[in-house]
C-alpha cells in the first residue's frame, strides 16, 4: 500500500455480523488504500455462510477491515499480514476497539516471506496434539523466536509447535485439526504488479501448504490490470468489477499431496 507520513485518522464501518455498524480506523489521505465498505460488502456477499467458522488470511491487510470483517461475520480465526509498522499498530489498535483478542494474529513482515515462514511452520506442526492456537502476535520477537529484528515476521512465542523428527504429512495434521486456512484476500497497491504476481506464483504453488483444498483465494486489484487465468495449480474461476476495483477469484486445480 501506498505510505506516507500521516497521523490523522479517517473512519471505516464493519458492515455486518457481531461487530455491524461499530467504527474501525484508518489514516486519512493516501497513507493507505482500503478496500472500501461497498466492495467489502459485495465481497462478502458473494462468500456467504462459509465464512463462519473458516480460517481467513488478510494479506497486505493495511487497516485489517477485511480480515476483522471476516471475524464479525464468525470467521474462527483471522491473520492479518502487513508490513508496515504503523498499519500493524494500527490493525491491533481496530482488534483491541472491538474487544477482539483471541483468534487473531498479525504478522508484521515482508508478504512473501511472512506467507513462507507460514508455510515453514504448518510443515513443522506436530502429530502430538499440538495445535496453532489464535491470539494477538507479541512485539519484539521474530518467528524463529530471536529477538527484535525489524524485517522478519514477527509471531507469538505461544504459537507454532517447534519442529520435531516425529511428524505427519503436514497437510493431514492440519486438516485433522482444523487449522487449513479456507479463505485467502490479497489487496497489494493497485500499482504494485510484481508483488501481486510473486503472491499469486507463491499461493499457486505447492509451497503454500496451508491451503486447505477447496481454499479460495481472492486478489482485489485495478480493472484494468489483468492477472492470469492460472497459476500454478490456481485457476481463476470468476471476475467480478466494480467501479475502479476489480476481484479475482481463485481456487486450487487439486489438493495437497
Given at each position: 500500500?501506498?505510505?506516507?507520513?500521516?497521523?490523522?485518522?479517517?473512519?471505516?464501518?464493519?458492515?455486518?455480523?457481531?461487530?455491524?455498524?461499530?467504527?474501525?480506523?484508518?489514516?486519512?489521505?493516501?497513507?493507505?488504500?482500503?478496500?472500501?465498505d461497498r466492495l467489502r460488502e459485495t465481497l462478502?456477499?458473494?462468500?456467504?455462510?462459509?465464512?463462519?467458522?473458516?480460517?481467513?488470511?488478510?494479506?497486505?491487510?493495511?487497516?485489517?477491515?477485511?480480515?476483522?470483517?471476516?471475524?464479525?461475520?464468525?470467521?474462527?480465526?483471522?491473520?492479518?499480514?502487513?508490513?508496515?509498522?504503523?498499519?500493524?499498530?494500527?490493525?491491533?489498535?481496530?482488534?483491541?476497539?472491538?474487544?477482539?483478542?483471541?483468534?487473531?494474529?498479525?504478522?508484521?513482515?515482508?508478504?512473501?516471506?511472512?506467507?513462507?515462514?507460514?508455510?515453514?511452520?504448518?510443515?513443522?506442526?506436530?502429530?502430538?496434539?499440538?495445535?496453532?492456537?489464535?491470539?494477538?502476535?507479541?512485539?519484539?520477537?521474530?518467528?524463529?523466536?530471536?529477538?527484535?529484528?525489524?524485517?522478519?515476521?514477527?509471531?507469538?512465542?505461544?504459537?507454532?509447535?517447534?519442529?520435531?523428527?516425529?511428524?505427519?504429512?503436514?497437510?493431514?495434521?492440519?486438516?485433522?485439526?482444523?487449522?487449513?486456512?479456507?479463505?485467502?484476500?490479497?489487496?497489494?497497491?493497485?500499482?504494485?504488479?510484481?508483488?501481486?504476481?510473486?503472491?499469486?506464483?507463491?499461493?499457486?504453488?505447492?509451497?503454500?501448504?496451508?491451503?486447505?483444498?477447496?481454499?479460495?483465494?481472492?486478489?482485489?486489484?485495478?480493472?484494468?490490470?489483468?492477472?492470469?487465468?492460472?497459476?500454478?495449480?490456481?485457476?481463476?474461476?470468476?471476475?467480478?468489477?466494480?467501479?475502479?476495483?476489480?476481484?479475482?477469484?481463485?481456487?486450487?486445480?487439486?489438493?495437497?499431496?
Open positions: 500500500m501506498k505510505v506516507v507520513a500521516a497521523t490523522t485518522f479517517t473512519l471505516m464501518r464493519i458492515i455486518a455480523g457481531k461487530y455491524r455498524s461499530r467504527i474501525l480506523k484508518s489514516l486519512k489521505g493516501g497513507a493507505l488504500r482500503p478496500t472500501s462478502f456477499n458473494i462468500l456467504g455462510a462459509d465464512v463462519a467458522g473458516s480460517r481467513f488470511l488478510d494479506v497486505f491487510a493495511g487497516t485489517g477491515a477485511v480480515g476483522i470483517e471476516a471475524l464479525s461475520r464468525g470467521a474462527a480465526e483471522a491473520i492479518f499480514i502487513e508490513k508496515h509498522a504503523f498499519a500493524a499498530k494500527l490493525i491491533r489498535s481496530n482488534l483491541e476497539s472491538l474487544g477482539i483478542a483471541r483468534g487473531c494474529t498479525v504478522l508484521t513482515g515482508e508478504a512473501l516471506t511472512a506467507l513462507e515462514k507460514l508455510a515453514m511452520r504448518s510443515s513443522q506442526v506436530l502429530g502430538s496434539g499440538n495445535t496453532w492456537e489464535g491470539g494477538d502476535v507479541r512485539e519484539g520477537r521474530d518467528a524463529t523466536g530471536g529477538s527484535d529484528v525489524k524485517s522478519s515476521v514477527q509471531v507469538r512465542e505461544s504459537g507454532f509447535p517447534a519442529p520435531s523428527g516425529k511428524t505427519r504429512n503436514a497437510a493431514n495434521i492440519l486438516t485433522d485439526q482444523g487449522q487449513l486456512i479456507d479463505f485467502v484476500f490479497v489487496d497489494p497497491p493497485y500499482a504494485a504488479h510484481e508483488d501481486y504476481m510473486r503472491a499469486l506464483q507463491f499461493l499457486g504453488s505447492d509451497a503454500a501448504t496451508f491451503l486447505a483444498p477447496g481454499a479460495l483465494v481472492i486478489f482485489e486489484h485495478h480493472h484494468k490490470f489483468a492477472l492470469p487465468e492460472t497459476s500454478g495449480r490456481l485457476t481463476r474461476t470468476r471476475l467480478l468489477k466494480q467501479g475502479d476495483a476489480a476481484l479475482s477469484f481463485y481456487r486450487p486445480t487439486r489438493g495437497h499431496g
